[in-house]
């Protein structure tokens, strides 16, 4: 009898323990979902202009582009990385750059690039650090600006895609452009 009984119970627990992963996995899925991966340098540039406007009010996103939420006009610009002399050619798949339509003072930029191969993701890393040395210099006269420059600039590679960001919430958008690169 205390066999049978043993039995039982071993096979209950085993059942209770299984609905217990079955459970766990759930929660796992709704708290840490899987993101899409995304295997192009527009798409997940897309993916970060959607987070800078469902975090900022008087932005939206339309067609592409990050605009003025009540003029409807653009505030930022999407443009080729070819725009940016330290880029070369032979080393992008497809890169871009988002830059305020009026610049003055207003440090916000984000390049997005997705490099050949290993070699021409290093040299497109150090051509966003000339960018951001670029960038620093010419803020550096403005205080503050320097400041922001410093605590909310970043620069990642992941794989061949590389981001390059300046702006308040740089690392959600670290975190958003990780999330969905391949």
């Not at 939420?69 to 798949?93: A, M, W």
């Not at 984000?110 to 290093?122: G, Q, Y």
């Not at 670290?174 to 969905?180: A, C, D, M, Q, Y």
Request: proline share 3%; hydrophobic share 40%; aromatic share 6%.
């Amino acid at each position: 009898m205390k066999k049978i009984l043993v039995g039982s119970l071993g096979i209950l627990l085993i059942f209770a323990l299984s609905s217990c992963q079955r459970i766990k996995d759930t929660v796992d899925k709704i708290e840490h979902p899987k993101h899409e991966k995304i295997e192009d340098a527009r798409g997940i540039l897309d993916k970060v202009l959607e987070h800078i406007a469902n975090s900022n009010p008087e932005i939206s996103f339309k067609d592409g582009q990050l605009v003025d939420s009540e003029l409807g006009v653009p505030r930022f610009e999407t443009v080729p990385i070819s725009e940016i002399k330290h880029f070369d050619d032979k080393d992008i798949v497809d890169g871009f750059i988002v830059r305020p339509v009026v610049d003055v003072e207003n440090p916000h930029l984000l390049i997005v690039v997705e490099a050949v191969d290993k070699k021409a993701s290093e040299s497109s890393k150090q051509a966003m650090d000339k960018v951001h040395s670029d960038q620093f210099e010419k803020f550096k006269d403005a205080g503050m600006m320097t400041k922001y420059l410093v605590e909310n600039n970043k620069t990642v590679r992941q794989g061949n895609f590389l981001l390059y960001v300046t702006w308040a919430d740089s690392e959600d958008i670290v975190k958003i452009f990780e999330r969905h690169v391949r």
